[in-house]
C-alpha cells in the first residue's frame, strides 16, 4: 500500500493539469480506487483532490512570480478555462491572488510533494479479529450529518438526545445478531473522508436478512463479506478516533486486506455513566488484498 500511494504522488506529479487517474493507478497496483483514496486522506491528513489543488497552486505560483508569463497563459497550462477561475483557486491556497503575488513576491503557502514511509512501532498491539459474516440489516433512526475527525459530534449527538428513553430500550429489543446492541453507524462516507462532508449517521442495531425492518426506521441491507473488528478502551471518542486512524497508519499496511465500500460500525460493549470512557468494537468491511 506504502508503494501505491507513492506511485500516486508520482502520477499527480506527472499529471498536475489533468484529472488524475487513480482506478486506473488502483487497477494497476492490484487494489481499488475506494481504498487508495481512504488510505491517502488518512495518512496524508487531506483529500487527494487538495493535495491536487496545493500542488498545482505550488508550482503554479513559481510561474506568477517569474514573470514571464501573462497570467491567462499560466491559468490555461494549469487546467483553468479562465484567469477568473484560476485566480479563485491560487487565493484560496496563497490567501493571496496571483496579480497581488505578482506584484509583491507573496505571499505563498508551498505544499511539498509528499512521500509517504512505513514506520513499524510495534509498541501498541492492536486487539483485531476477523469475523466473517453473512447478509445482515441495519436498521434505526437516521440523519445527514458532517464527518468531524476529532472531538464529539454535535449533530450525532442532537440526534441521540432527541430520541425518547423508551425508544433506546425499542431498539435493544429488535438487536437479534452480531454486532449485538445499540450501534453507531456511519454509511456513505466519501471516499477523501474530507472534514465537513455528509454522510449518512444511523442510531439503531443489526438484525438478520430475514427480519422485516419497522416502517418507521432507516434500513441499510449489508452483503455478506468479512469484517476487521478493533477492539478499544479508553476515554471517549479520543481512543476510538485514534484507532480508527491507526488502522490506515498500521494495520492496512501490515495485514493482506483492503476496505471495501460499506458502512462502518461502532458497537459499545461498556462505558461510563457519563461517557467520558467506553469499550467499544470498531467494525470495518474488508476484502483480500
Not at 506568477?64 to 501573462?70: H, I, M, N, P, Y
Not at 455528509?198 to 469484517?227: C, F, R
Request: with cysteine; hydrophobic share 40%; charged share 20%.
Amino acid at each position: 500500500m506504502i508503494t501505491a500511494l507513492n506511485r500516486l504522488v508520482e502520477l499527480v506529479e506527472a499529471h498536475r493539469t489533468d484529472e488524475v487517474d487513480v482506478d486506473g493507478l488502483a487497477k494497476a497496483v492490484g487494489t481499488t480506487q475506494y481504498h487508495l483514496r481512504r488510505m491517502f486522506s488518512t495518512l496524508a491528513g487531506m483529500p487527494l483532490s487538495e493535495y491536487v489543488r496545493r500542488r498545482r497552486m505550488t508550482v503554479a505560483a513559481a510561474a506568477v512570480v517569474r514573470g514571464d508569463e501573462d497570467l491567462l497563459s499560466i491559468a490555461v497550462r494549469h487546467g483553468y478555462g479562465s484567469a477568473e477561475a484560476f485566480g479563485r483557486a491560487f487565493r484560496a491556497v496563497h490567501g493571496a491572488g496571483p496579480g497581488e503575488v505578482r506584484r509583491d513576491g507573496g505571499p505563498l503557502r508551498t505544499q511539498p510533494q509528499i512521500r509517504f514511509r512505513l514506520t513499524v512501532e510495534g509498541s501498541i498491539p492492536m486487539d483485531t479479529r476477523i469475523a466473517d459474516r453473512p447478509a445482515f440489516r441495519l436498521i434505526g433512526h437516521a440523519a445527514r450529518v458532517p464527518l468531524i475527525h476529532h472531538g464529539v459530534n454535535p449533530h450525532i449527538q442532537s440526534l441521540i438526545a432527541a430520541l425518547p428513553p423508551e425508544e433506546h430500550d425499542r431498539l435493544k429489543s429488535l438487536s437479534d445478531t452480531e454486532p449485538a446492541g445499540l450501534l453507531q453507524i456511519s454509511d456513505d462516507v466519501d471516499p477523501d473522508s474530507t472534514e465537513g462532508s455528509p454522510l449518512t449517521y444511523v442510531h439503531g442495531v443489526a438484525v438478520s436478512i430475514a427480519t422485516p425492518p419497522p416502517d418507521d426506521l432507516h434500513t441499510i441491507d449489508v452483503p455478506a463479506g468479512p469484517w476487521a473488528v478493533f477492539r478499544t478502551a479508553g476515554p471517549y471518542p479520543r481512543t476510538l478516533q485514534a484507532t480508527w486512524a491507526a488502522t490506515a497508519t498500521e494495520w492496512f499496511p501490515s495485514n493482506p486486506w483492503r476496505l471495501r465500500p460499506g458502512p462502518s460500525i461502532v458497537a459499545f460493549l461498556d462505558r461510563s455513566p457519563d461517557f467520558s470512557t467506553a469499550t467499544c468494537e470498531l467494525w470495518l468491511p474488508i476484502e483480500p488484498s
